[in-house]
């Protein structure tokens, strides 16, 4: 891949002597990464470009690109590999540097960096711009840190590989083993309250339960404020860890990971919470205040934590909403939060109730939200084993079609709002035959 990547550097060099640069990037916090990462580097080379950040890319956007970026050389970034037929359709050169699966080939004038074209191993957008970045400027090596944040945000931390690894040490991350409950920086309680990672029944988004939790595990204030995760003592860890794990019964090993530490604004950080500070903006529809976090801007840094707060109270609201209002049949659960949980939080609470333990394995949680005149439907399996929900949401959409994406343990698709009777109908219809069949 190191080869195309040089290539596809001196092709980009070359047509963006005369040309700007037209930058489209996802929001997620992938996506904003593998952008600023990219902004910086264009800046560093003195070339005029424009980024635009959108929640999802579908044919009609790339045709308007088409008759919007005539002359731009345009990159795709975290993105763009589902529709290379659409975007072979350029007129003028184009880049896709992206990491999800390909739909098809490009035609010449598209140049694709993609690990799956080269049978590399699992890496991040914004980890595949930096190597592109780096490939533009040898010394770029302080951009490092935002890929490891790209990294984290898509959970291919656990994807122990030799380029996640050279990332890792670009950006003199420093690793410590321990509780997967962010931030690990800031006061335990709040980290406990706000633990969208990990959910604890009766804690998680309960003040008065974390703190009766925290009485049981002998854990006092140091003067004024908790100690934050990373400050606790081994035994106070340890008894940390076994109330939570009594809580959620879920093996240590889910509970117990890697934290990484990243440089950013001169302090160290959780590169999780960072992430997740991110993520949050975008999905309340803040994508500049990430970017603009992302490219160093003090100001955005204020702002991003104040929307990251407000976000996380919402997510609490999602979760205490879904739990009131979810519908539990055998083997599924269906959640149909109409206006009641933004479009946008709805794929995060489908992985929450997945990841709560408190279904058994193999159930599969399906959940709704509307996005003006769709809906829009996330699915997850819980635990390890069980029903490929790709195919699941494939069948039951079979009749009036929709556009499926994801894989057999997470995937979502949008159906319009006159369908949401059908789509209930069929999908309680295919849970009931599956246990028959059982
Ligand atoms: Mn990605």
Known sequence: MQKA??????????????????????????????????????????????IKIVKQLDKEQVDCLKKSCKKEVVIFLDLGSSLLDEISGFQNPVFVIDHHELSSQATDNVTVINPHLFGEEEISGAGLTYLFAKA??????????????????????????????????????????????????????????????????????????????????????????????LNLDEEETSRLITAILL??????DRLIGNLYLVKFFNKL?????????????SRLGYSDTALAFCL????????????????????????????????????YVILNARDEIKDTMIGTVASILSMSKNYPDGTVIIAMSYDQERIKVSARVAGKNGRNVREVLMNVTSDFGAECGGHAMAAGCLISKDQETKFLENLTKSFETEVIKI
């Open 5 to 50: 990547i040089e290539k596809a550097v001196k092709s980009f060099l070359e047509n963006t002597e005369k040309r700007d640069v037209k930058v489209i990037s996802h929001h997620d916090t992938d996506g904003i990464t593998s952008a600023a990462i990219l902004a910086k580097t264009l800046k560093r080379l003195d070339k005029k470009f424009s």
């Open 247 to 252: 809580r959620t019964h879920q093996t240590p």
């Open 136 to 229: 533009l400027i040898p010394e770029s090596k302080d951009l490092a840190n935002l890929a490891v944040l790209g990294m984290v945000g898509d959970m291919l931390d656990r994807e122990v590989s030799k380029l996640n690894n050279k990332i890792i040490e670009d950006a003199e991350v420093v690793i410590k083993k321990g509780l997967m409950l962010y931030p690990a920086t800031r006061p335990i309680h709040k980290a406990l309250e706000f633990s969208s990672s990990i959910y604890i029944p009766g804690v998680t988004g309960n003040p008065k339960g974390v703190m009766s939790m925290l009485r049981e595990v002998d854990i006092k204030k140091q003067g004024n404020e908790y100690k934050s995760l």
């Open 269 to 281: 950080e959780d590169a999780r919470e960072l992430s997740a500070m991110i993520n949050a903006c």
């Open 296 to 331: 160093d801007n003090k100001k955005a840094k204020t702002r991003a934590e104040t929307i990251y707060a407000d976000y996380k109270q919402h997510l609490v609201k999602a979760l205490n909403y879904a739990d009131a209002n979810k519908v539990e049949g055998k083997g």
